[in-house]
Structures are given as C-alpha cells and as structure tokens.
C-alpha cells in the first residue's frame, strides 16, 4: 500500500531522500544514493544535513539538492527523476547473459604456478571439448536476450585445439543469419600457438585476441614457465604479428599480481608501455586451482595489493601527465560505475551478481557454470556453481534452477550486513565465488572480506585523487 | 539547592582480555549496537548481555594477541561506529517508504508488478 506524495513532504524545510553514508578518510564522509551519486562532505555537515539543520545557502545543500540527496519545497521532479535514473541502472538486467565462455579445452603448454583453472598436459585429449558440446552451447547461447553476444573461447591453452574453435565461430555466424545478434569473439590466449593459420582466420572472422603478459621478460618468465623458458619473447612476438595481421587494438593483456610482482609495479607498466598498450589490468591472484594449492594466492594479503595499486596508479597518471595515454582498465570500470547512467556491465560488480545473467561457462565436458570461476572453483572439488549439464539440462531448467536463483537472490548486497549500509554499494558487487571458495559460503561476512577490504581501499583512494587532485581528476575522467 | 553532575561514562578498562563497559539504550538503539557489534567482528568479539532498564552490558572479548593500547583503540572507535549507525537509523526511519516509493515508481510500468 502507498501514500499519496504530500504524505512525504517534510516540515522541517526539506526531507531527505534515501542514501547511505561511510567515512572516506579521517576526517571526511561520502554520501552515496541508490542510483549511484555521490557527495563528500565533513562529518559536521553530515550531521547537520541528517538533521534538517543545513542551511540551504551552503554549498553542501546545494550538491546534495541536485544529486536528489533531498527534497525541498522547489524539487518539483525529484522522485520522478530518481526513478527513472533508477530503472536506467537496472535496465540492462532485462537482457540477461551477453558474455557466453566456451572452455574449449583445458590442456596448456605452460605450467603457471598461480594457475586458477587446474590446467591439464597437453597430451590429455580427453579434457577437449567435444562439437556435440559445441552445438548445444551454441544452442543454448542463442536462447538468451541479449541483443549482444560475446564468446570468448577460454583454456586451458585454447589454440591448443583451434579445430573446435573454428567450428563455433563459423556455426555461430551461420546461425546468427537467424538470430541477427550483434555477434563478438574473443580468444583468451598466451598466443605461443598463433600460426599464420590463426591469425589468418581471426582477420576473416574478426576474431580479437585476449593475452597474458606479466611484465618484464624476467618476472614474465619466472611466473609463466614453457618448455624453452621463452615465454615473454613467443608473447611479445605473437603480439607483433597479431598487430600487423589485425591491426593495433586487437589485442589486449593482462597481469596476474605475485609476490614477485608487488615490489615491481612501476617495471610491469613501463613494460607494457615498451609494448605499446594503452591498458593494464592491475589484477590480484584469485584463490583457486593451483593458487591454492601451491599458496601463490595467500603469499600476499589485500592491503599489500592495495599499495600495489595505488602505486601503480600514480605511475600510470604520471605517464598520462607525459603525454602518452594509458588507462588501468579496473579504474575505468569503477569510473564507469560512479559517473554512467548505466553503471557498468562488468561481471564481477553486479547486483546482484553476474554469475549467470552476466555471464555463463560451458566447460570442456558439457558442464555449464554460471561464471569462469564457478568451473574453477568445481576443479577442486567444490560444485556450488555447477548450474547442469548441456546434454542433460535445457536452457529453461538451468537458468531458472534452485542452485542460480537462490545465488542470485543472495548476492543482491543491498540485503546483505554491512553492504546494506554501505556508501560504496552502487560501484561495488557481490562476488559469490570468491567468497564461497575463501568464506565457505556465497555471501560471506564482509568484516573477514577480501574483497570488501580491496573494494573499499580502492574506491576510497579513487574518490579521493577525484576530490582533492584536479590534474588526476582530468586524467580519469578521460577514461570513462 | 545544588544540580547533580551527570554521570561520566567509566573509561574502558582492558582487563584477562577484554573491556568491559555499559550502553544506555535511550542514546543508542540495539540495532544500532548490533550493526556495529558486527562490522567490528575482524577485531573483537562484542558479547551483548541481557538488558536491564534502559543499559545493555557489553564485552568486548579480544584475541589472544592483542596488546593493551590496541584494545583500548577499538573500544573508541566501536563508540564512533555506533554514533554513525545510530545516523543511519535515523535516515533509514525517515526514508524507507519513500525509497519504496521510488522503486515502485521505477518498475511500475514493467512486469515486475503484478497488477491484480
């Protein structure tokens, strides 16, 4: 039952709309609401402000009106605006899956010691993804709304059995005359099989290239071992050829953070400058497969990569301020997050989670999984993501399954102790897996959380460079 | 005719590992302590007693690691903690219809209402 609008006019010269609060360093608090604006203000002033006690001539009145943190007597579209720019936000739920992970086999040729997807010997056949799999992937892929579909062909070494590949992206195109989605792939490759043939095919098919590069040869080699010990060089020479085959943006890379890595920020950077990105993924080593099991996920805490960070960080906005562009992609997706109507569809920041509306896995063996690390979390044992299997389980029985349905409803973190009450909610997510595999259950207590601990370091140094370094601020806001 | 001073909290005494002290509920609500009992939870354990009139009996129980001065530290900050949930109360209690209002009005024109 709802009340007539003038019910919620205040009498105390303005009513304060719905929004959340958290302290943003010592002396500071940020103030978000639920359709991700933000205010920063002294801790008197909030209080003044909770209690209709700010006067409207102060500046803070001023930022909070226009951010609809409030109501007066001269907010005539206020509620009608929030509401939209609300469903705006929750809009993009309504076409569901667009990123649709083919696990074409995981056998590799490098034996990377934080490797989270348990990888399997090159000779081990049976790990490969068979074309009956293939075809009721693509079956069931074709069943879901999005208007845009990305596969992206996972390993495993994937090129290590390029034939499957082949067949689902020609079988995809063929059946997309029918579909008419807007149709992407993606090969997520450490490119030590990328022949002229690959190559050859991904310029037809306009097929882009996803890579691993860890910085400088030596740290490289040291963190992504291949028999002959050359792995920076076959990347960096894949790289090359991949551009002048391709062109300069087909390919991309990313970093997986070690020990060896954290004293090493500013070299990685400078390396991928040396290789002519204009991105870096500054990304933590997540706590699965052989992380696990040979520790490289627990050789370092989150504070310590959160000075990784924001080293890397600084580095990065001192190599704009010289002219050259460069931008860490997790920084631009938070960017998104704080200044896009629509947030941003990034799998891992979703409310609720990604697992299966944002993303879904067919592995090498028919298994679907609701996201890449619900199948790595499953190499050791732990099924909690497993949403069926394709030869068994149609598309309606899945995604409406007990197992998705109850992970999605849980990983809403508006419902969630502490995220309830977090100003840091609408950039943030829920990320369920991590959580299972380091908690021991999907939503996990957020004081234990790495993940809130990384979230909240982040987004705090982030707000922080945009409120008090305007030379920073022009730099990121380029990125969004 | 002379006024009776109010009485001053006691300081916090760390003592076999934990501080003991007193919240009065008429300056902070329990859900407020709850919340707060269970934000600081990576750094003690805040058992709740039974309340009596209008003051609930708190122990802060620490871990075996803990030096004084830290123990000391926390008590203050869980103090600050409950003034900012005691905040949040206050705009949760002012802003909940109207947030529902909002997300009524953000999805009534879609099928997530049922409109029997």
């Given at each position: 039952?709802?009340?007539?609008?003038?019910?919620?006019q205040?009498?105390r010269?303005?009513?304060?709309?719905?929004?959340?609060?958290?302290?943003?360093?010592?002396s500071?608090?940020?103030?978000?609401?639920?359709?991700?604006?933000?205010?920063?203000?002294?801790?008197?002033?909030?209080v003044?402000?909770?209690?209709?006690?700010?006067?409207?001539?102060?500046?803070?009145?001023?930022?909070?009106?226009?951010?609809?943190?409030?109501?007066?007597?001269?907010?005539?579209?206020?509620?009608?605006?929030?509401?939209?720019?609300?469903r705006?936000?929750?809009?993009?739920?309504?076409?569901?899956?667009?990123?649709?992970?083919?696990?074409?086999?995981?056998?590799?040729?490098?034996s990377?010691?934080?490797?989270?997807?348990?990888?399997?010997?090159?000779?081990?056949?049976?790990?490969?993804?068979?074309?009956?799999h293939?075809?009721?992937?693509?079956?069931?892929?074709?069943?879901?709304?999005?208007?845009?579909l990305?596969?992206?062909?996972?390993?495993?070494?994937?090129?290590?059995?390029?034939?499957?590949?082949r067949?689902i992206?020609?079988?995809?195109?063929?059946?997309?005359?029918?579909?008419?989605?807007?149709?992407?792939?993606?090969?997520?490759?450490?490119?030590?099989?990328?022949?002229?043939?690959?190559?050859?095919?991904?310029?037809?098919?306009?097929?882009?290239?996803?890579t691993?590069?860890?910085?400088?040869?030596?740290?490289?080699?040291?963190?992504?071992?291949?028999r002959?010990?050359?792995?920076?060089?076959?990347?960096?020479d894949?790289?090359?050829?991949?551009?002048?085959?391709?062109?300069?943006?087909?390919?991309?890379?990313l970093?997986?953070?070690?020990?060896?890595?954290l004293?090493?920020?500013?070299?990685?950077?400078?390396?991928?400058?040396?290789?002519?990105?204009?991105?870096?993924?500054?990304?933590?080593?997540?706590?699965?497969?052989?992380?696990?099991?040979?520790?490289?996920?627990r050789?370092?805490?989150?504070?310590?990569?959160?000075?990784?960070?924001k080293?890397?960080?600084?580095?990065?906005?001192?190599?704009n301020?010289?002219?050259?562009?460069?931008?860490?992609e997790?920084?631009?997706?938070?960017?998104?997050k704080?200044?896009?109507?629509?947030?941003?569809?990034?799998?891992?920041?979703?409310?609720?989670s990604?697992?299966?509306?944002?993303?879904?896995?067919?592995?090498?063996?028919?298994?679907?999984?609701?996201?890449?690390?619900g199948?790595?979390?499953?190499?050791?044992?732990?099924?909690s993501?497993?949403?069926?299997?394709?030869?068994?389980?149609?598309?309606?029985?899945?995604?409406?399954s007990?197992?998705?349905?109850?992970?999605?409803?849980?990983?809403?973190?508006?419902?969630?102790p502490?995220?309830?009450?977090?100003?840091?909610?609408?950039?943030?997510?829920?990320?369920?897996?991590?959580?299972?595999?380091?908690?021991?259950?999907?939503?996990?207590?957020?004081a234990?959380?790495?993940?809130?601990?990384?979230?909240?370091?982040?987004?705090?140094?982030?707000?922080?460079?945009?409120?008090?370094d305007s030379?920073?601020?022009?730099?990121l806001?380029?990125?969004? | 005719?002379?006024?009776?001073?109010?009485?001053?909290?006691?300081?916090?005494?760390?003592?076999?590992?934990?501080?003991?002290?007193?919240?009065?509920?008429?300056?902070?609500r329990?859900?407020?302590?709850?919340?707060?009992?269970?934000?600081?939870?990576?750094?003690?354990?805040?058992?709740?007693?039974?309340?009596?009139?209008?003051?609930?009996?708190?122990?802060?129980?620490f871990?075996?690691?803990?030096?004084?001065?830290?123990?000391?530290e926390?008590?203050?900050?869980?103090?600050?903690?409950?003034?900012?949930?005691?905040?949040?109360?206050?705009?949760?209690?002012?802003?909940?219809?109207?947030?529902?209002?909002?997300?009524?009005?953000?999805?009534?024109?879609?099928?997530?209402?049922?409109?029997?």
């Open positions: 039952m709802f009340h007539d609008r003038s019910r919620y205040s009498s010269g303005y009513q304060l709309a719905p929004f959340r609060f958290s302290p943003l360093d010592g500071r608090y940020i103030a978000t609401n639920d359709v991700g604006e933000y205010v920063v203000l002294p801790r008197e002033e909030l003044e402000f909770i209690s209709h006690a700010l006067p409207p001539d102060r500046e803070a009145y001023k930022s909070l009106k226009s951010r609809h943190f409030m109501f007066d007597e001269y907010s005539r579209v206020a509620l009608e605006l929030l509401a939209l720019k609300y705006t936000r929750a809009e993009q739920l309504a076409s569901f899956t667009g990123l649709h992970i083919f696990v074409v086999t995981l056998r590799c040729d490098h990377c010691p934080y490797c989270q997807v348990s990888r399997q010997a090159e000779g081990r056949l049976d790990f490969d993804m068979s074309q009956e293939a075809d009721q992937a693509l079956n069931f892929m074709f069943r879901s709304p999005s208007p845009a990305k596969i992206e062909f996972q390993g495993g070494e994937p090129l290590l059995h390029f034939e499957r590949i067949y992206v020609e079988r995809a195109k063929a059946l997309n005359q029918v579909h008419g989605r807007d149709l992407q792939f993606v090969i997520a490759s450490n490119l030590s099989r990328l022949t002229d043939e690959v190559l050859a095919f991904c310029r037809e098919h306009g097929v882009l290239l996803s691993s590069l860890d910085g400088p040869e030596a740290l490289h080699n040291a963190q992504r071992p291949v002959g010990g050359d792995s920076h060089q076959r990347t960096i894949a790289i090359r050829r991949a551009r002048q085959t391709l062109g300069p943006d087909a390919v991309s890379a970093m997986t953070t070690t020990q060896a890595s004293e090493r920020v500013e070299d990685i950077i400078d390396e991928y400058v040396r290789q002519g990105f204009h991105g870096i993924f500054l990304r933590n080593v997540s706590p699965y497969g052989f992380a696990v099991r040979q520790r490289a996920s050789q370092y805490g989150v504070e310590a990569w959160v000075e990784f960070y080293r890397g960080l600084a580095h990065i906005l001192r190599i301020e010289q002219g050259y562009p460069l931008q860490e997790f920084t631009a997706i938070l960017l998104q704080l200044f896009s109507p629509r947030g941003s569809t990034y799998v891992d920041l979703q409310s609720p990604g697992i299966g509306i944002g993303a879904l896995v067919y592995n090498y063996d028919g298994a679907v999984y609701a996201s890449d690390e199948r790595m979390l499953a190499e050791m044992g732990d099924f993501f497993r949403l069926g299997h394709l030869s068994r389980d149609s598309y309606e029985s899945i995604m409406t007990e197992t998705l349905l109850t992970h999605l409803s849980d990983t809403m973190p508006e419902g969630a502490m995220c309830g009450d977090c100003a840091f909610l609408p950039y943030c997510g829920a990320d369920p897996v991590f959580h299972q595999a380091t908690l021991g259950d999907a939503v996990g207590h957020k234990f959380s790495a993940f809130c601990k990384k979230q909240m370091g982040v987004l705090r140094h982030l707000i922080g460079l945009l409120e008090d030379r920073a601020r022009d730099i806001l380029g990125w969004r | 005719m002379t006024t009776k001073e109010p009485e001053a909290p006691p300081p916090f005494i760390f003592r076999d590992g934990a501080i003991q002290t007193v919240l009065d509920l008429r300056v902070y329990l859900t407020a302590i709850q919340k707060s009992a269970y934000r600081f939870a990576e750094r003690c354990t805040a058992v709740l007693g039974s309340p009596e009139a209008d003051r609930l009996p708190v122990r802060f129980v871990g075996p690691t803990i030096i004084e001065q830290d123990a000391l926390t008590a203050r900050l869980f103090f600050q903690e409950l003034l900012d949930q005691e905040l949040r109360e206050q705009v949760g209690d002012e802003t909940r219809a109207l947030r529902a209002l909002i997300i009524a009005q953000a999805f009534s024109r879609t099928d997530l209402i049922r409109q029997d």
